[in-house]
């Protein structure tokens, strides 16, 4: 086990859960999370608002063939996150990249395919 299982198994969990509460403990309060696919980074709030949506647009959310990777301060974590949103469901390959500090995570930087995502739904 890695020294940062627990946080990166609570991340697993929150997201499967919809809980922006329980991810919310997991961040600093100066997070800044990151996504290939708009380049913004987001703050705290905004991104536990992003999660409030996702969990108010799927029926469930699950994850699968987890690898994770120490790496100095963190982790990598790659995974295939699937949705469920009522009408239809879709998977989702994903790596994040995680800082922490603390026992805090201070930046995330999620990278997945866009064109997968506009799929979505349709």
Same mark, same amino acid.
């Not at 987001?42 to 996702?54: G, H, P, Q, R, V």
């Given at each position: 086990?890695?020294?940062? #299982? =627990?946080?990166?198994?609570?991340?697993?969990?929150?997201?499967?859960?919809? =809980? $922006?509460?329980? /991810?919310?403990? /997991?961040?600093?309060? =100066?997070?800044?999370?990151?996504?290939?696919?708009?380049?913004?980074?987001?703050?705290?709030?905004?991104? !536990?608002? $992003? /999660?409030?949506? !996702?969990?108010?647009?799927?029926?469930?959310? $699950?994850?699968?063939?987890?690898?994770?990777?120490?790496?100095?301060?963190?982790?990598?974590?790659?995974?295939?996150?699937? !949705? #469920?949103?009522?009408?239809?469901?879709?998977? /989702?390959?994903?790596? !994040?990249?995680?800082?922490?500090?603390?026992?805090?995570?201070?930046?995330? =930087?999620?990278?997945?395919?866009?064109?997968?995502?506009?799929?979505?739904? $349709?």
């Amino acid at each position: 086990m890695g020294a940062f #299982d =627990d946080i990166a198994d609570g991340v697993v969990a929150a997201i499967t859960a919809g =809980d $922006s509460a329980a /991810l919310g403990e /997991l961040y600093a309060d =100066d997070v800044v999370v990151w996504h290939n696919t708009d380049g913004i980074e987001m703050t705290k709030e905004e991104n !536990l608002a $992003s /999660l409030d949506a !996702l969990a108010s647009m799927t029926t469930g959310r $699950s994850f699968s063939n987890i690898r994770r990777y120490e790496i100095e301060g963190g982790f990598v974590q790659q995974h295939v996150m699937h !949705l #469920d949103w009522g009408s239809g469901s879709g998977d /989702l390959a994903a790596c !994040l990249v995680v800082k922490v500090e603390n026992e805090k995570i201070i930046r995330a =930087d999620e990278y997945f395919d866009g064109a997968t995502i506009a799929t979505f739904g $349709s």
